[in-house]
């Protein structure tokens, strides 16, 4: 199991950008399929983005196709999340995760991990 720390959260105007980072420690790092979620106020949990272990294969979700890029760095046990043309919609906290494969995390059956979370604002 890899203990997840998120960072890069902030206040923005809209259009602007964001990278969000998720920092893991342990060494099972590369074995993860990541992914991203985010919760807006009185609003579920919901899925952002997904990256598998080795990162050529991504998933995103239809509001942020375009606009948001999931990357990873294995070497450094970081999952990225360049965040642009941001919304007021966007405004959120946003969580990392860490599942078996890719679509244990994107349909979130199966997290082993959880981060716990980074408040992006988007100011319109």
């Known amino acids: 199991q890899v203990q997840l720390v998120e960072s890069g959260g902030g206040l923005v105007q809209a259009g602007g950008s964001l990278r969000l980072s998720c920092a893991a420690s342990?060494?099972?790092?590369?074995?993860?399929?990541m992914g991203w979620f985010r919760q807006a106020p009185e609003k579920q949990r919901e899925f952002v983005v997904a990256?598998?272990?080795?990162?050529?294969?991504?998933s995103y979700a239809d509001s942020v196709k375009g606009r948001f890029t999931i990357s990873r760095d294995n070497a450094k046990n970081t999952v990225y999340l360049q965040m642009d043309s941001l919304k007021p919609e966007d405004t959120a906290v946003y969580y990392c995760?860490?599942?078996?494969?890719?679509?244990?995390?994107?349909?979130?059956?199966?997290?082993?991990?959880w981060g716990q979370g980074t408040q992006v604002t988007v100011s319109s």
């Open positions: 342990g060494r099972s790092f590369r074995r993860y399929a």
């Open positions: 990256i598998n272990w080795a990162g050529p294969s991504t």
């Open positions: 995760a860490a599942g078996p494969t890719m679509r244990d995390v994107l349909t979130a059956t199966h997290i082993t991990s």
